[in-house]
Structures are given as structure tokens and as C-alpha cells.
């Protein structure tokens, strides 16, 4: 009985904050309304394969999900390169929308932004893998939202296809 009452008080909570006009998830600070059609700023740390920064020139696997996000979002991207503990600072004090450096869910920046879910895996030196993420501010959920839609439509799969 406890969970009819529990059930019930989320549905009129839900429909209370539809009807005033409040959409789930939310950004706090708006950066899904002001990076769409606007500038998406990321932050670039080389690793590998996975980022390569080259005179202003940015390839790889995050790069080039990251340009094609931006494209989806009718955005242009700002690119600031550094080390990942810079990038994570810009992610908490709002210079940054987005962070790729190879993370792997099991960064210790998990703590400090909010990660994507994994979208691919890497092999690491012992025959295992890596679960890679991209990092967004804590609490821009819409945005984040966002972004993992896109990759889970575009991050290749196991024979290097978008999905």
C-alpha cells in the first residue's frame, strides 16, 4: 500500500511540474539552450589515439564524435587544450561545456564532473579493457542527456561502425 501512496505522490509531482512549465532533465546554468546553435567550449587533453592535438588540429575517436555533436547541435566548437586536472577546473567553473582525454569510468575526475555512460571500450596493457567517458559540469543533466542520445546513435561499435 506504502508504494501506491509513494507512486501516486510522483505522478502529481511530475504533472504539477509539466504544468508549470519545468522539463526534465534541466540545466541549471543552460548550457544545452546556450551551446545549441551557439559555441560548445572542449577541452582537449592528448592520449593516444583517442585525442590528438596537431597545431590547432584536433583528430581521433573523441575529436571527431565531439565535432559531429557540435554539427548535431548547429554549434561551433572553441577548443582549449591542457592537462586533465586544468580541463576538469574549467568544467566546475563554467569555462568549459566538455571534456575528452581518453577518461575511462574509473577516472578520479568522476568525483568532480559528471561522466557520460561508457560509449566504447579500449584494450589496457593486462588483456582487459577500458570503458571510455566524456565529461560534462555536474548537474547539466539536459545537456548531458543530450550527448549520450548522441552517442549511443554514433560511437562506433565493435567493428569501428556508428552505431
Not at 22 to 44: H, Y
Not at 75 to 96: C, F, K
Request: with cysteine; glycine share 12%.
Amino acid at each position: 500500500m506504502a508504494w501506491k501512496r509513494g507512486s501516486t505522490l510522483a505522478l502529481v509531482i511530475a504533472f504539477t511540474l509539466t504544468a508549470c512549465g519545468i522539463s526534465m532533465p534541466t540545466d541549471p546554468d543552460g548550457t544545452l539552450d546556450r551551446v545549441s546553435g551557439g559555441e560548445l567550449r572542449v577541452g582537449a587533453s592528448p592520449n593516444g589515439d583517442l585525442v590528438q592535438v596537431d597545431d590547432g588540429s584536433y583528430t581521433g575517436l573523441e575529436p571527431e564524435l565531439v565535432k559531429h555533436f557540435a554539427d548535431s547541435l548547429d554549434a561551433t566548437i572553441d577548443w582549449t587544450v591542457g592537462s586533465e586536472e586544468a580541463l576538469v577546473r574549467g568544467l566546475e567553473n563554467g569555462s568549459l561545456d566538455l571534456v575528452i582525454a581518453g577518461i575511462t569510468d574509473k577516472s578520479p575526475w568522476v568525483d568532480r564532473a559528471a561522466a557520460t555512460r561508457p560509449y566504447d571500450e579500449v584494450p589496457d596493457d593486462h588483456g582487459g579493457t577500458h570503458k571510455l567517458v566524456m565529461l560534462v559540469p555536474m548537474g547539466e543533466n539536459a545537456f548531458l542527456s543530450t550527448l549520450e542520445h548522441f552517442l549511443d546513435a554514433e560511437a562506433p561499435d565493435a567493428e569501428g561502425r556508428g552505431r
